[in-house]
């Protein structure tokens, strides 16, 4: 007797990608948000190849024209570089892709609309009755949807977080980032990572004429220009390079909360919580987190998806320990970065690690030789 089986809140890749997983799992599929498309966000824009397995099995294929491979990562600290390939990157024609969100982001709508969601875009939600959805409709009424599940996918910042009495966390760290485009050709086959004193400057290729830059910082007054001149031969590098977008800034945040659903409420996405945009996994968690919503959807078992969506948070939120580590404490993270230098094998242990390509063997030698190396420093 409900208008839909689940009314998503909330128009980004997170909610999108979990009304795909619903719709694909049978139900009735509506998605509300007070933006138009294209919707865009400040973001480092590569998709790892757990994130590129995860959209695959939403059934999602983007248009190689429309993006740039990569093969791995290369983290550049001074004078000390550490990079490593991806494992099976020379066998796999795409191992990771840099794209415009955009980009992204109307593939995942069109792809949405095939497999039967709706959307009501320009439309906000102003509050929740039980199982009933509240937009306004005029000044003096208002219309409501009722659903069987509610989806908070509405971001960091959730209202629906708040009003399904889900804002309790047990842990929140917040760092700021910027983003602009430069119309360049790519000048290295990996995602380069930059560090600075109290800050990180990623390059993510993203098409063939053009790289997507992107600073993280503790610093809100930090701008990507501010950023690039903490390093001086990347500065150089796209001095009088055209920009192709203006600057765009965002929020990240480490963000656990104590649960991702009340009922028949769940979040979905930065709304049930988060990992610093240090990792490179934001969309790739929006991406898991949706197919483990839709499986619970499909079985009436929102349980279920508190259990998997800590599974899922959790290795992540390890790797982003580590490297806010490295931020936070200069001079362990020169002395890691120098380990990472000296010991290739390692740093690609760790790259295999976070993107989950490692067996948990690998993982704890991996951890101890770390260590070992750590204290010997």
Sequence with gaps: MFDTDVFVIGGGPAGVAAAIAAARNGLRVTVADGRRPPLDKACGEGLLPDSLAAAAALGITLPARETHPFSGIRFVRGDATAEAAFRGASSLKFSALGVRRTVLHRVLTEHAE??????????????????????????????????????GAD?????????????????????????????????????????????????????????GVASLSRDPH??????????????????????????????????????????????V???????????GQGLGLSFRE?????????QADLAQYQTAHARIL???????????????????????????????GLFAGLLDAHIGRAEPLEEIAMHARLGWRMLRG
Excluded at 132 to 150: D, E, F, L
Excluded at 164 to 184: K, M
């Design 222 to 267: 930090l701008r990507l220009n501010d950023a690039l001149a903490l390093l001086p031969e990347l500065r150089e590098r796209l001095s009088g390079v055209p920009e192709r977008s203006s600057e765009r800034g965002a929020v990240t945040a480490t963000r656990r909360l104590r649960a991702v659903y009340r009922g028949h409420i769940a979040l």
């Design 155 to 211: 971001g960091a910042s959730s209202r629906v977080r708040m009003w399904a009495g889900l804002d309790t966390y047990t842990r929140n760290h917040v760092r700021f980032g910027f983003r602009r485009h430069y119309g360049i050709a790519p000048w290295s086959e990996f995602t380069e990572v930059y560090w600075a004193q109290g800050a990180q400057v990623y390059v993510t290729p993203v098409a063939h004429d053009e790289v």
């Design 114 to 151: 095939r497999v039967g969601v709706t959307f009501l875009w320009g439309t906000s939600v102003s509050g929740i009755d039980g199982h009933a959805v509240r937009m306004p409709n005029t000044s003096m009424s208002a219309k409501w949807i009722s659903a069987k599940w509610i989806v």
């Design 314 to 344: 959790r290795r992540p939120a390890w790797m982003a320990e580590l490297l806010l580590a490295m931020d936070r404490w200069p001079r362990a993270g020169a002395r890691a970065m120098r380990t990472f230098h000296d010991c290739p």
């Design 290 to 298: 949706a197919l483990a919503l839709g499986q619970a959807l499909s």
């Design 269 to 279: 996405g930065d709304a049930s919580g988060s990992v610093d945009a240090i990792t």
